[in-house]
């Protein structure tokens, strides 16, 4: 009878170091990993951009995240977009699908239209993209969870307006202010604009 005692008291101290082990693991995933936080990041609203993802809502103190647009005519009839970004830094593929603050990608919109998804500051737009005429290119922050990024209650974004022209016109007239002239180039600033998407051209 010994030797049950032994066996019973050896599963006891087992079933310890388990449960042991077991409290670590759950106490030890609570805890935030690489600056990420293990709380919701801001309010989901119900207001929604155009494919019907939800607005993250958070707070204007100065931590919020902000985008700046550039566009220029580029050599070889594309545009080069050109983006500056305060409080944001883009995910990298692969991205767990989970919103964190300042974190995410920039979703690039040509007239309302999706064009591109961003992990960088710097892209080359196809001409394709811009026929003849004037448009509004226009750079969106989203968190990796597709919600849009938002504050007081509109998106964290920015829009250019460029002009794209004839490319049938002669090279004389080239001048920038005639008809037919060269593609005009424009940049805005985020949210410090004079309105909220505000242009420059």
């Not at 155009?50 to 594309?78: F, K, L, M, N, T």
């Not at 692969?94 to 500051?121: N, T």
Request: charged fraction near 25%; aromatic fraction near 4%.
């Amino acid at each position: 009878m010994s030797w049950m005692r032994g066996l019973v008291a050896a599963l006891a101290v087992c079933v310890l170091l388990l449960t042991g082990s077991a409290g670590c693991a759950s106490s030890g995933a609570e805890e935030p990993k690489n600056g990420g936080s293990p709380s919701p990041v801001g309010k989901v609203l119900e207001d929604r951009d155009e494919e019907g993802r939800a607005y993250r809502e958070v707070d204007d103190d100065g931590e919020a995240p902000d985008v700046g647009i550039e566009v220029q005519p580029a050599a070889d009839d594309g545009w080069d977009v050109r983006l500056t970004l305060s409080n944001f830094r883009c995910s990298a593929v692969g991205a767990k699908p989970e919103a964190v603050a300042g974190r995410g990608i920039v979703r690039l919109f040509v007239d309302g239209h999706p064009v591109a998804g961003l992990r960088g500051p710097a892209y080359r737009l196809p001409a394709r993209y811009v026929p003849h005429g004037t448009h509004q290119v226009t750079a969106r922050l989203y968190a990796d969870d597709g919600t849009v990024w938002a504050v007081d209650g509109e998106p964290v974004e920015s829009t250019a307006d460029i002009t794209a022209s004839d490319p049938t016109a002669p090279s004389a007239s080239s001048s920038p202010d005639s008809p037919g002239s060269a593609d005009s180039l424009a940049h805005s600033g985020g949210r410090g604009s004079p309105e909220r998407g505000g242009t420059a051209s």
